[in-house]
C-alpha cells in the first residue's frame, strides 16, 4: 500500500470520514555542494521519491492532535500554550513549525491528522526537514496564509535551529519546499534564488546508505561551522562564499594548515557547484560525475567529514564502468553516498556495489535508485501551489 492510500485509511478507521487534505513533503540527496550552505555558497541537491505524508482535516478549536504510523504513538498540543522540547522527541518537529509560523505572525488553526514517512531516519537524507515542511503544509492548508517555497523552508529551519536545537544550514528545508520532478535544483543559499536543470538524460542517481551512524555528528559539524566562520573573519568577508580562488591563492598562507583546508574545501567546492549547472545544462554526466569525484576527495582530505565506511562505499562505486561518479552526501561521518550511473546498468551496479562494500567492510549496504520528485504539495485535494 503506498503511503498516501495508508494515511488515508488509518485517517478513515480513526476519524469516521475521509481526509480533507493530504499533504507530502520530500526528503532529499545533494548531488554535491556540501557544506557550503551555512557559508552562504552553493548546493545542488535534489527532492527524492521518499517524503513524510499527514492526511488531516482542521479543527474548531486550536489544538493539534497528531497521530504517528511509524511511531505507534498519538500526541497533542495547544498551539497558545507550545511546550518546550524536553528530549528532543518527534512530536517536537510539529511543535517547533507551530513556533516558527506563529512567531511569523501566521494566525494558526488546529488540526487532527495521521503521518506516515518513507525518508529513513538518522542517514542523511533530510527526514527531518520532510517532517516539518509536511507540518508547514498541513498549517498552510486548514489556515489558509500564502505559501512561499523560501519562507517555508526559513521558517522550518528557524524550528530546527531555535526550537531543537540542532544547528543546520537551510538545505535540506529549501529542497524539500522547492523540489522539481526530473529536476536537480541549484540554490544559491544567500539569496535563496534557485536554478532547476534536468539530470542527464543517460544518468540515473543511486543512493548508497552505509548503514553506519556516527555519534558526535553534531559537534563535528557546529567544529566545521566554526572553523569557516574564523576563516572567512580573517579573510574580512560575511562568508567563506565572498572570497575569490584567487585571493584565497595568494593569501592561504597566511592561514594555519588546517583552517586552510577547511576554507579551500568550501572555496573549491562552491565552484565544483557552479560547474556543476554547465555540466547539467550540458546533459554532460560524465563532466558531472567528474565534479563528483572531486567533490569526495575534498571532503575527505580538506574538509575531514568522511568515514572509512563512506571512503570504502564510495571507492567501490568509482571502480564501476558504469558510474560516472560518486561521493558522500549530507553532513558526512557515516550515512549515505550518492552515485551517478549510467541508467541502463544501474540495476547490476547496485548489485555489484553491494558486493564490494560487503567484502571491504563485512557490512551490508542499502541502495536506492531514485528518481527527482516534487517539493512539498498539497496531494489532495489537488490544490494552487
Ligand atoms: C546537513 C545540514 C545541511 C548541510 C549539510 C552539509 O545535511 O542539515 O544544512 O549543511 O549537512 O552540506
Redo the contacts with the bound molecule.
Keep these: 500500500m503506498s503511503l498516501a492510500s495508508a494515511v488515508k485509511a488509518r485517517f478513515h478507521t480513526e476519524f469516521g470520514e475521509l481526509p480533507a487534505f493530504i499533504v507530502r513533503a520530500p526528503g532529499r540527496v ?1 548531488l554535491i555542494g ?5 557559508n552562504d555558497g552553493f ?1 545542488f541537491p535534489m527532492a527524492i521519491d521518499r517524503a513524510a505524508w499527514i492526511a488531516l482535516r482542521p479543527r474548531a478549536d486550536n489544538r493539534v492532535l497528531a497521530i504517528s504510523i511509524d511511531m505507534g504513538d498519538r500526541r497533542e498540543f495547544a498551539l497558545d500554550d507550545l511546550p518546550r522540547p524536553s528530549t528532543v522527541d518527534w512530536i517536537d518537529y510539529l511543535i517547533g513549525v507551530a513556533w516558527a509560523l506563529q512567531g511569523r505572525g501566521h494566525a494558526l488553526r488546529g488540526w487532527e491528522g495521521v503521518l506516515s514517512g518513507d525518508v529513513p531516519i538518522g542517514s ?1 537524507l ?1 527526514s527531518s526537514a520532510s517532517l516539518e515542511l509536511a507540518t508547514a503544509r498541513a498549517f498552510h492548508a486548514v489556515s489558509g496564509f500564502t505559501w512561499d517555497a523560501a519562507a517555508m523552508a526559513l521558517a522550518c529551519q528557524s524550528a530546527e535551529n531555535q526550537w531543537l536545537g540542532v544547528n ?5 528545508q529549501m529542497i524539500s519546499a522547492a523540489g522539481v520532478q526530473d529536476r536537480a535544483l541549484l540554490i544559491d543559499c544567500r539569496s535563496l534564488e534557485t536554478y532547476s536543470a534536468p539530470l542527464p538524460p543517460s544518468a540515473a542517481v543511486v543512493i548508497l546508505d552505509t548503514n553506519t551512524r556516527r555519534g558526535l555528528v553534531d559537534s563535528a ?1 557546529n567544529q566545521r561551522r566554526a572553523q569557516c566562520e574564523a576563516a572567512s573573519r580573517h579573510f574580512g568577508v560575511a562568508a567563506l562564499r565572498d572570497v575569490e580562488r584567487k585571493t584565497f591563492e595568494r593569501r592561504a598562507d597566511e592561514l594555519e594548515p588546517l583552517m586552510r583546508r577547511r576554507a579551500r574545501h568550501v572555496i573549491s567546492e562552491n565552484k565544483r557547484t557552479l560547474r556543476a549547472r554547465a555540466a547539467m545544462d550540458a546533459g554532460d554526466a560524465a563532466a558531472l560525475g567528474q565534479l563528483m569525484v572531486e567533490s569526495h576527495i575534498s571532503l575527505r582530505d580538506d574538509f575531514e567529514v568522511s568515514s572509512p565506511a563512506l571512503d570504502a562505499i564510495v571507492d567501490c562505486a568509482n571502480a564501476e564502468a558504469s558510474c560516472y561518479g560518486a561521493r558522500m552526501t ?2 558526512g561521518f557515516g550515512g549515505c553516498a550518492v552515485a551517478l550511473v549510467r541508467a541502463q546498468s544501474a540495476g547490476d551496479f547496485v548489485e555489484r556495489v553491494q558486493a564490494c562494500y560487503r567484502a571491504a567492510t563485512g557490512n551490508e549496504a542499502i541502495l536506492y535508485i531514485t528518481a527527482a520528485s516534487r517539493g512539498t504539495e498539497t496531494v489532495y485535494p489537488q490544490a494552487s501551489n
Design positions: 545533494n556540501e557544506h557550503t550552505d551555512y548546493v542523511g533530510s543546520c544550514g537551510i538545505m535540506d559539524y549530507g553532513a
